[in-house]
T-cell receptor, first 111, second 113 residues
Framework: GQNIDQPTEMTATEGAIVQINCTYQ??????LFWYQQHAGEAPTFLSY????GLEEKGRFSSFLSRSKGYSYLLLKELQMKDSASYLC????????????FGTGTRLLVSP | NAGVTQTPKFRVLKTGQSMTLLCAQD?????MYWYRQDPGMGLRLIHY???????AKGEVPDGYNVSRLKKQNFLLGLESAAPSQTSVYFC????????????FGSGTQLSVL
């Protein structure tokens, strides 16, 4: 089976740093994605990891450890506009490489 | 520069009615997908297509049908709507490469009474 776990909700303060964790158990692994979704809007791509290590993109970084089935999304210098849901998704290897999404982490940034 | 366009944005159906959701992309993407998003469930794949004229079942295909007659369009049909199909539906597309990200449409809020 496939299982992706993320915290349901997190809160943080403007200007702070927050780390959103994602653990996964899938039948295969061929990459992990993070998407951002503001309330009432479509998900938008943030990052992609397929090899172990840290990928940095501006204020956002994503880390992957394949041996531990673990990833995190790090958001620095938080802004109010970062209040959104963050979706972890894993691409498996069985047949067509479908994305399996976690339930998402709702992040609330307060002043 | 439209990307992925879904219509309609909102729809209310009565149980047993039928409808079709339309998805169009102008990025020449090979792959297209239909997802549904429910509270506490995350995005779940309904059907997908790897090219014009092809369709395949995803994780939750029952009660839905799809067609991909043209590369740029992917239609999702509900033949006899049920309250369990109340959800937000997202269409998405991507290039063929395994590392390619999904581009999502703006979503359709469907309520079945």
């Amino acid at each position: 089976g496939q299982n992706i776990d993320q915290p349901t909700e997190m809160t943080a303060t403007e200007g702070a740093i927050v780390q959103i964790n994602c653990t996964y158990q899938t039948s295969g692994f061929n990459g992990l994605f993070w998407y951002q979704q503001h309330a009432g809007e479509a998900p938008t791509f943030l990052s992609y990891n397929v090899l172990d290590g840290l990928e940095e993109k501006g204020r956002f970084s994503s880390f992957l450890s394949r041996s531990k089935g673990y990833s995190y999304l790090l958001l620095k210098e938080l802004q109010m506009k970062d209040s959104a849901s963050y979706l972890c998704a894993v691409r498996d290897q069985k047949g067509f490489q479908k994305l399996v999404f976690g339930t998402g982490t709702r992040l609330l940034v307060s002043p | 520069n439209a990307g992925v366009t879904q219509t309609p944005k909102f729809r209310v159906l009565k149980t047993g009615q039928s409808m079709t959701l339309l998805c169009a992309q102008d990025m020449n993407h090979e792959y297209m997908y239909w997802y549904r998003q429910d509270p506490g469930m995350g995005l779940r794949l309904i059907h997908y297509s790897v090219g014009e004229g092809t369709t395949a079942k995803g994780e939750v295909p029952d009660g839905y049908n799809v067609s991909r007659l043209k590369k740029q369009n992917f239609l999702l049909g509900l033949e006899s709507a049920a309250p369990s199909q109340t959800s937000v539906y997202f269409c998405a597309s991507s290039l063929r490469d395994r590392a390619e990200k999904l581009f999502f449409g703006s979503g359709t809020q469907l309520s079945v009474l």
